[in-house]
């Protein structure tokens, strides 16, 4: 059975940091990409970053580049989103799926990401 589960989020200052863990169940991250999604109040989910499964690229959207880090530890089957200098606009839930773009097949239940003073 494929599960995803998020966890590491909460509530930062402006500039703080955060980790954000995926857990993978069910299958190995040699099978499929892991993205990291986010949905803030009233907007529409979009993408964060992703990570392949051929060769560990990776990918950013723009608002997070330079900021954000995506990685992986295969040996923990995990996936780490470090997301640094934090602005309240980053301030959404964030799923992590398999897959770097929508519609992906199997997403986590979400983790929530509050960035207030």
């Known amino acids: 059975q494929v599960q995803l589960v998020e966890s590491g989020g909460g509530l930062v200052q402006p500039g703080g940091s955060l980790r954000l863990s995926c857990a993978a169940s069910?299958?190995?991250?040699?099978?499929?990409?892991i993205g990291w999604f986010r949905q803030a109040p009233g907007k529409e989910r979009e993408g964060v970053s992703c990570?392949?499964?051929?060769?560990?690229?990776?990918y950013y959207a723009d608002y997070v580049k330079g900021r954000f880090t995506i990685s992986r530890d295969n040996a923990k089957n995990t996936v780490y989103l470090q997301m640094n200098s934090l602005k309240p606009e980053d301030t959404a839930v964030y799923y992590c799926?398999?897959?770097?773009?929508?519609?992906?097949?199997?997403w986590g239940q979400g983790t929530q990401v509050t960035v207030s003073s």
């Open positions: 799926a398999t897959d770097c773009s929508m519609p992906a097949k199997y």
């Open positions: 990570i392949r499964s051929s060769d560990g690229s990776t």
């Open positions: 069910g299958f190995t991250l040699d099978d499929y990409a």
